[in-house]
């Protein structure tokens, strides 16, 4: 893989729970079954063992920083959403990244995300996705599911043709509608 792969996230919160997480002290991963599990599954070049010290979590001061860093990144055409009808939470970032460590620390904050989740806001539906938007290529780096009480970074996922379709097609739709917006800006700017 030498393309930037695009994040897409739509998580469930209640109002107030949604601004307890992005007010949240970034939580420090802990190297358990799961977080191995995923790790094992995956074929990279020159893999390595995941070790502690690896799977590190943002330097950012809250959650919000660490969003807002990617907004503020020109280069990576990231959008942040929270649709007080439906108590929904998106967020894409179209250019994230290929490389899996510097995949680490937005996996942390993705998996400590369920954490605030309120039970009478969780929907069935609600997961995260990296995955190749741009190149045609199928390949899945991780895929999130969040359930009541937990998140789950999958392992068994490696193909888009694994990922429930209404949710595949979501990620699509909302990265695409995002970077229409940014070529519509970018072609009625003056020459």
């Known amino acids: 893989m030498s393309e930037p792969r695009s994040l897409f996230v739509k998580a469930s919160f209640m109002p107030m729970q949604f601004e307890q997480f992005m007010e949240a002290e970034p939580s420090q991963p802990v190297l358990d079954a ?3 599990a995923w790790w094992q599954s995956r074929e990279m070049s020159g893999k390595m063992a995941l070790t502690q010290d690896a799977l590190q979590a943002t330097r950012a001061r809250c959650y919000r920083d660490y969003v807002q860093a990617w907004l503020d990144e020109p280069s990576a055409a990231a959008f942040s959403s929270y649709h007080f009808d439906t108590f929904t939470w998106t ?3 179209t250019q994230f990244s290929e490389n899996y460590l510097e995949l680490l620390p ?9 954490n605030y989740r309120c039970a009478t806001a969780i929907l069935p539906d609600d997961f995260a996705l990296v995955y190749p938007f741009f190149w045609g290529d199928s390949d899945v780096m991780a895929y999130l599911c969040y359930g009541e009480g ?3 970074i999958d392992p068994t996922v490696n193909d888009l043709s694994q990922i429930p379709e209404a949710q595949a097609a979501l990620a699509s739709k909302r990265l695409d ?3 229409q917006t940014i070529e519509a800006t970018f072609n009625s700017q003056p020459d």
């Open 150 to 152: 937990e998140t789950i």
């Open 34 to 36: 799961m977080w191995q």
């Open 91 to 93: 967020f894409g970032i």
């Open 106 to 114: 937005m996996l942390a904050m993705l998996v400590d995300l369920g």
């Open 177 to 179: 509608e995002h970077w």
